[in-house]
């Protein structure tokens, strides 16, 4: 009778001392710390400082996000094809790093609402003649692998029939082969046209013009089944814009007009 | 903390686009290995001529190819080149940087190869009325890529393990570009990079048999 009295009282012990469920919502907050995948070789998203400090969009974003949360933000450099790898690794616990939110894509992890927008622009070599989208037929034309701009662009060259495409590793590369003249034009975000333009890192390349594909939306993104974080990323890209601090962010980093981060018609 | 379902089904699904892939791949490592071997003979040559320009040239070349990592000869070629104008395709890149690394790799092994051939062949070669070359290329040559084939086996592995660093360069059409390519479209990282690793994996060990066949025919004696 005893005996049982005080193991009852030993497994309730136990069952009030440990959490029934600790999501990664639960872990970010105890553990002090947000870590965050930026792509730190896309400005004006993502870069570094002559201190060799991270800085950009992505950068203060994940900043803010952290500051919501009541933690320290560690800012993790992941190329863009590591992105997943450090997720699923758990090497970080959020994605700030311009990700295009695909179907396909959203069957490996879960995504936010879109908290960015990038128009596409046409960045090329000043000897190739090309003055706009519909020159790029039958040319060598390069992007950095895996984006939304590559993917569209590859396709568009499949579509045409003629000219090629080359996925370079990084947007560094995209804008290096540009300037060389490896590869006669290459889209990419306008944003980073116009950075790596003005920066005169890559001499001999104009922006000349649109692409003509959709506006490619980018979300935060963490594990798939992880909805007690999801639902708080959704609300605090809600907030942001909410606040102001989406325009002042833009303001800083990008200037111009603020893109509209819904799509009239629906609700998501 | 690995928190991950796998989805082999797509993995599988892409599996002929991967072995087309392959194959582009195998192409570049044969192509590679004919060009390396090449001038891999012709640098052995040069060591020997007693040519002070030649040998040089010969050494620097086995200097650089053997102490630089096989990443940065290929994106030497590519974007090296290129910012002095000589434009390669990232499949003439990748091909110009492997074919670089085997040429120095099998100079070496040919060096290493002729050491273990004694002078008294030379010279019973040259006892029979031969030339310098002709005992060279009927007598020294051929012992030669007997000692130094199964080493050649070793390169050739390492030239198919090496085209997948054609990514660097913007190379899409063999394994490792088509991989990456399926990886960022899909996310299925884990999924893909196994499966192409077991085709690697398959592609070398074939080789390596191939290999051990051919030399058990040729020098069964």
Known sequence: MKTSAIALALATATALTTPAFADKLDDIISSGTLRCAVVLDFPPMGSR?????????????????????????????????????????????????????????????????????????????????????????????????????????????????????????????????????????????????????????????????????????????????????????????????????????????????????????VYR | MFNYTFHWNQALRALPQMLEGALVTLQIAVLSMAIGLAIAIALTLFRLSGNRALGGFARAWVEVARNTPALFQIYMAHFGLGGIGIHLSPYTALLAGIAFNNAGYLAENFRGALKAIPDTQTRAGRSLGMSALQSFRLIVLPQMLRVAFLPMTNQMVWAILMTSLGVTVGMNTDLAGITQDLNARSFRTFEFFALAAVIYYVIAKLVTLAARLIAWRMFRY
């Open chain 1, 49 to 265: 400082d002559e201190n060799n400090e991270p800085i950009g969009f992505d950068v203060d974003y994940c900043n803010d996000l952290a500051a919501a949360l009541g933690v320290e933000a560690e800012i993790i450099e992941t190329p863009f094809p590591e992105r997943i790898p450090a997720l699923m690794s758990g090497r970080v616990d959020v994605g700030v790093a311009s990700t295009s939110d695909t179907l396909e894509r959203a069957k490996t992890v879960g995504m936010s609402i879109p908290y960015f927008a990038f128009e596409m622009a046409v960045t090329a070599n000043d000897k190739a003649g090309i003055g706009s989208f519909d020159d790029l037929k039958g040319k060598t034309v390069g992007a950095t692998a895996g984006t939304f701009e590559a993917i569209a662009l590859e396709e568009q060259v499949k579509a045409w029939g003629e000219g090629s495409f080359r996925p370079y590793q990084t947007q560094a590369d995209v804008f290096l082969a540009l300037s060389q003249g490896q590869i006669d034009a290459t889209v990419s975000t306008s944003t980073v046209a116009q950075a790596n333009v003005k920066t005169g890192n890559f001499p001999g390349i104009t922006v000349v013009g649109k692409a003509p594909f959709d506006t490619d939306y980018v979300a935060l993104f963490t594990n798939r089944e992880e909805y007690g974080m999801l639902n708080y990323l959704n609300l605090f890209v809600n907030q942001q814009v909410r606040t102001g601090r989406y325009a002042e962010l833009y303001e800083k980093w990008v200037g111009g007009e603020l893109p509209d981060l819904t799509v009239s018609g």
